[in-house]
């Protein structure tokens, strides 16, 4: 059985399984694909391609009400961050954002921002408020607040911190929305050479699915760089939740890439692959 839509946390938004991003490449004919195939988190993310951008904006023009449109800003002031909104509503033709990710934040956003990012929701020009940042002990001391409505952090095979120091500490109930973002690990997860001796590598989509096994994880964020590696992530909607060995699987291997592959060079290789095939 498939990955089906689930509720975003409390937001109530109903979202597919896979996003997808804009970091990586991703074109209009990439969103058109995406969409086709139900996917409706269109994240357009902290490295922009005017592509992605074209593809979200044809798409609204006929398909509005079910996507779910998420920009990323890494504003610091509230001026900045008016500016960001406005640019991202006229670049992207729509009305309103669904939601306004505050980007890499490692500690409380400053109240000022914090205050104007509020405001902006109230005043219609985003729904929700989402943030992410690397400081895993973040994000239980926001969740107190309940003023961030989805956050969005680094979760996969190799990295499982996420698991005792966020995932745990989150409601069961009225929790917020969670997407997980390096999914791959920059890749390494997907290289021969990294393996356990007599180990084959995972697939992408088996990386999204060892991710959204994870039961208080809503949303899996694919960055792509080709229509091949789009349709190929696509394959974890179709195939589903992992059984108990393949999830053990991935941890081993998981554990093998982070003793093995330091996530500096995992990051520089994820960036050489990036530049080969753009």
Same mark, same amino acid.
């Given at each position: 059985m498939g990955f089906q839509r689930v509720r975003l946390g409390r937001t109530g938004l109903s979202v597919t399984r896979l996003g997808i991003a804009s970091s990586y490449g991703t074109?209009? /004919?990439?969103?058109?694909?995406?969409v086709d195939r139900g996917v409706n988190? @269109?994240?357009?993310? /902290? @490295?922009r391609t005017q592509k992605m951008g074209r593809g979200i904006r044809g798409i609204v023009r006929? $398909?509005?009400? =079910?996507?779910?449109?998420? /920009?990323?800003?890494?504003?610091?002031?509230?001026?900045?961050?008016?500016? /960001?909104?406005?640019?991202?509503? #006229?670049?992207? #033709?729509? =009305?309103? @954002? =669904?939601?306004?990710?505050l980007g890499w934040h490692n500690s409380r956003p400053d109240p000022r921002l914090m205050d104007h990012a509020l405001k902006l929701k109230d005043d219609g020009r985003v729904r929700f408020l989402a943030l992410s940042g690397h400081n895993r002990r973040l994000f239980p001391e926001l969740e107190k607040d309940k003023q961030i409505d989805i956050?969005?952090?680094?979760?996969?095979?190799?990295?499982?911190g996420a698991e005792k120091e966020i995932l745990e500490h989150l409601p069961e109930q009225n929790g917020p929305g969670v997407v997980?973002?390096? $999914?791959?690990r920059w890749g390494s997860l997907l290289k021969p050479a990294n393996m356990p001796p007599g180990e084959s590598p995972p697939s992408a989509a088996d990386c999204y699915r060892f991710v959204l096994g994870h039961?208080?994880?809503?949303?899996?964020v694919c960055g792509p760089n080709s229509m091949e590696q789009w349709k190929e992530d696509l394959k974890a909607? =179709?195939?589903?939740?992992?059984?108990?060995?393949e999830l053990d699987r991935?941890?081993?291997?998981g554990d093998h890439v982070y003793r093995n592959v330091h996530p500096l060079k995992a990051q520089l290789s994820g960036i050489m692959t990036i530049r080969l095939w753009s």
């Open positions: 074109n209009e /004919a990439m969103v058109e694909e995406a988190y @269109l994240y357009w993310g /902290a @490295l006929r $398909n509005r009400d =079910d996507l779910v449109i998420v /920009a990323h800003t890494t504003a610091r002031s509230p001026s900045v961050l008016s500016k /960001a909104v406005e640019k991202s509503l #006229g670049q992207l #033709g729509v =009305d309103s @954002l =669904d939601v306004l990710l956050f969005h952090i680094r979760y996969n095979a190799s990295h499982r997980s973002f390096t $999914n791959t039961p208080k994880v809503h949303v899996a909607l =179709d195939r589903g939740p992992m059984s108990e060995e991935m941890r081993r291997i």
